[in-house]
């Protein structure tokens, strides 16, 4: 029984060796990946420096897919950047700054998209 349990064993560290190569080739054949994660880019225009809240902002894009700081206020980052090898790059990010009441003091938004 050992040594079918050892020899089970040997063939799932196997099989899970091939599907994860398998997936990094893929990736690697197609030349394309993406970090980030996708927002509603349409909404921007709805921002109103000295306006809109930071719950509001949570309502309009969801939670940010970074937070920081910058000059001690916190920043909201949202941003999506696909990368190919073949073809274009698609990126769009959008970068939030609150003031220390959770009201937008100014932000960023640039694309690549047309």
């Not at 799932?12 to 880019?41: D, H, N, P, R």
């Not at 950047?81 to 274009?88: E, Q, T």
């Amino acid at each position: 029984m050992k040594q079918f349990t050892r020899h089970f064993s040997k063939t799932i560290v196997k099989f899970s060796s091939v599907l994860i190569l398998s997936t990094l080739f893929s990736t690697q054949l197609t030349g394309c990946f993406t970090v980030g994660q996708e927002f509603a880019a349409h909404r921007v225009n709805e921002i109103k420096v000295g306006q809109t809240r930071r719950q509001e902002i949570s309502e309009l894009f969801g939670s940010p897919w970074r937070t920081g700081m910058e000059d001690g206020r916190p920043t909201w980052t949202y941003g999506i950047y696909k990368y190919a090898v073949f073809g274009g790059n698609d990126s769009q990010d959008l970068l939030i700054r609150f003031d220390p009441q959770g009201i937008v003091r100014s932000y960023t938004f640039n694309t690549t998209r047309k």
